[in-house]
């Protein structure tokens, strides 16, 4: 597949996949703090860290701490000091020693990041 077929072929799996997302997603730093348990032993952590990505069924960000999928961890917004139960739902290759990951909000919570997401139906305009 040339370079060509290759950009092709991922603009039309773009547009295709246009409305499989619950919600839009965001490109947002937030600090957040992450508790949880990870290991065996089960021990207790929190971590420090910032979001890369949210939208309003929860976010991508990275851990030092190791968590596998169906992890639970609690986020808490340091801004707000809100806190919201999560679902590991993605976890990524560990990079510079730290792995993304994807959470997911126990009950869609779009008010936890303090910011007003586009309405549903916003379009985004093609190339």
Not at 97 to 123: H, L, N, R, S
Request: glycine fraction near 6%.
């Amino acid at each position: 597949m040339s370079t060509t077929d290759t950009k092709q072929f991922s603009v039309e799996h773009l547009r295709m996949d246009t409305g499989r997302r619950r919600s839009m997603r965001v490109l947002l730093s937030v600090p957040i703090i992450v508790t949880g348990k990870s290991g065996a032993p089960k021990k207790e952590f929190t971590e420090e860290t910032r979001t890369l990505v949210v939208n309003a069924h929860g976010a991508l960000l990275t851990l030092a701490e190791r968590q596998l999928n169906g992890d639970r961890v609690i986020i808490s917004n340091k801004a707000t000091q809100k806190s919201v139960e999560c679902r590991i739902v993605y976890v990524g290759a560990v990079q510079a020693g730290k792995a993304q990951m994807g959470i997911e909000f126990e009950k869609p919570f779009p008010t936890f990041w303090q910011i007003d997401f586009p309405p549903e139906d916003w379009v985004v305009p093609e190339n």
